[in-house]
């Protein structure tokens, strides 16, 4: 047992691998949905313009596949944390080449230019992979124990559906 594996980063894990799930269940029944997810350690919230009837429905059916045993749902390529690996990972490998590539003793380097891209590119790319790995190990748990669904509420923000995706661990 991990430190992700207690009070209160389970309750997120499990609440992001709804989220996750209910998204795959979205993307299955509405053809080229939009949208955008929040996990917490009370539910998650989906902004994005889907029907209150269609979330609900398909949250529910998120959780039944993932007691059905199919924590693979709880895994999205799409999701923040590959977001946020490929961004630190581009970073850190332009800051590398940047630093140590050109002629030393000069501030701006334009020969490290070529090398920065290639450097940043490789690492997006490497990212990918390692993103759903840090996001299959850490933050997201296709496992959802007792978590249940206590309610679904729905408010519009200007042109923007919001759905709240109330849990109970």
Same mark, same amino acid.
């Given at each position: 047992?991990?430190?992700?594996?207690?009070?209160?980063?389970?309750?997120?894990?499990?609440?992001?691998?709804?989220?996750?799930?209910?998204?795959?269940?979205?993307?299955?029944?509405?053809?080229?949905?939009?949208?955008?997810?929040?996990?917490?350690?009370?539910?998650?919230?989906?902004?994005?313009?889907?029907?209150?009837?269609?979330?609900?429905?398909?949250?529910?059916?998120?959780?039944?596949?993932?007691?059905?045993?199919?924590?693979? +749902?709880?895994?999205?390529?799409?999701?923040?944390?590959?977001?946020?690996?490929?961004?630190?990972?581009?970073?850190?490998?332009?800051?590398?080449?940047?630093?140590?590539?050109?002629? !030393?003793?000069?501030?701006?380097?334009?020969?490290?230019? !070529?090398?920065?891209?290639?450097?940043?590119?490789?690492?997006?790319?490497?990212?990918?992979?390692?993103?759903?790995? +840090?996001?299959?190990?850490?933050?997201?748990?296709?496992? !959802?124990?007792?978590?249940?669904?206590?309610?679904?509420?729905?408010?519009?923000?200007?042109?923007?559906?919001?759905?709240?995706?109330?849990?109970?661990?």
């Amino acid at each position: 047992m991990g430190l992700t594996d207690i009070y209160p980063f389970i309750n997120i894990r499990r609440n992001h691998g709804l989220e996750h799930a209910t998204i795959h269940v979205l993307s299955e029944r509405v053809p080229h949905l939009s949208l955008v997810g929040r996990s917490d350690m009370g539910g998650f919230t989906l902004y994005g313009n889907v029907s209150t009837n269609v979330v609900t429905d398909a949250a529910h059916e998120a959780l039944r596949r993932l007691r059905a045993g199919h924590a693979d +749902l709880a895994v999205h390529p799409r999701c923040g944390t590959i977001l946020a690996t490929t961004g630190i990972l581009s970073g850190l490998a332009s800051f590398a080449a940047i630093s140590f590539g050109g002629k !030393p003793g000069k501030r701006f380097r334009w020969g490290a230019v !070529p090398q920065t891209i290639m450097a940043a590119t490789v690492a997006a790319i490497l990212s990918q992979p390692l993103g759903l790995l +840090l996001q299959e190990r850490y933050t997201v748990t296709g496992n !959802p124990a007792s978590l249940e669904i206590t309610g679904i509420t729905r408010t519009k923000n200007s042109q923007m559906t919001v759905h709240r995706v109330s849990t109970r661990q």
